[in-house]
């Protein structure tokens, strides 16, 4: 197994990295990103969203740093927070709803580390989409359930029927 490079944190966040990565306890976790699919739900959902800010009172945003804990920030593919803009460059405040899309790549070991930093953080409602299946999981604090009638359900109101959100 290799040896991971320990990197401040000061160095971390002084750096653009692209695509921009996790920071977990001093060591960079790339996240996989750029494959058609997973951009492409990324897009629709953003878009799905975005145009409904006003309604759901929310503030959307995709690949935003969240400080999870003092020594983890994690970049969701989209996060969605309640109110305007957040004025913070890192966000420090939980979201409502943190929404990851899955590559072919991903392992559950290290999506669920990824949610339980989430939920341990204070989000509410974090969403698991898979662009291939066109399938989408809720997870909260008490419980994760699949989304049977394809509606995906977070606090503020917000309901995203995903096949009409992913829809071409």
């Known amino acids: 197994m290799p040896a991971h490079t320990q990197i401040p944190l000061d160095e971390y966040l002084g750096t653009d990295y692209s695509p921009d990565c996790d920071y977990i306890d001093g060591v960079l976790e790339e996240r996989n990103v750029g494959e058609n699919d997973h951009s492409f739900a990324q897009k629709q959902l953003l878009l799905y969203l975005s145009a409904r800010e006003r309604q759901w009172d929310v503030y959307v945003v995709q690949e935003q740093r969240i400080q999870v804990s003092p020594s983890r920030y994690r970049v969701p593919d989209l996060c969605v927070m309640p109110g305007g803009r957040p004025s913070e460059q890192v966000f420090s405040t939980p979201p409502v709803?943190?929404?990851?899309?899955?590559?072919?790549?991903?392992?559950?070991?290290?999506?669920?580390?990824?949610?339980?930093d989430y939920l341990r953080f204070g989000v509410p409602t974090v969403?698991?989409?898979?662009?291939?299946?066109?399938?989408?999981?809720?997870?909260?604090?008490?419980?994760?359930?699949e989304a049977r009638d394809g509606v995906l359900r977070a606090g503020a109101g917000i309901a995203v029927p995903l096949a009409e959100a992913l829809a071409c």
């Open 97 to 116: 709803l943190c929404i990851e899309i899955l590559s072919p790549e991903d392992r559950i070991a290290r999506i669920q580390e990824r949610i339980d």
């Open 127 to 145: 969403w698991l989409i898979d662009p291939a299946s066109k399938r989408g999981w809720i997870y909260t604090a008490d419980s994760i359930a």
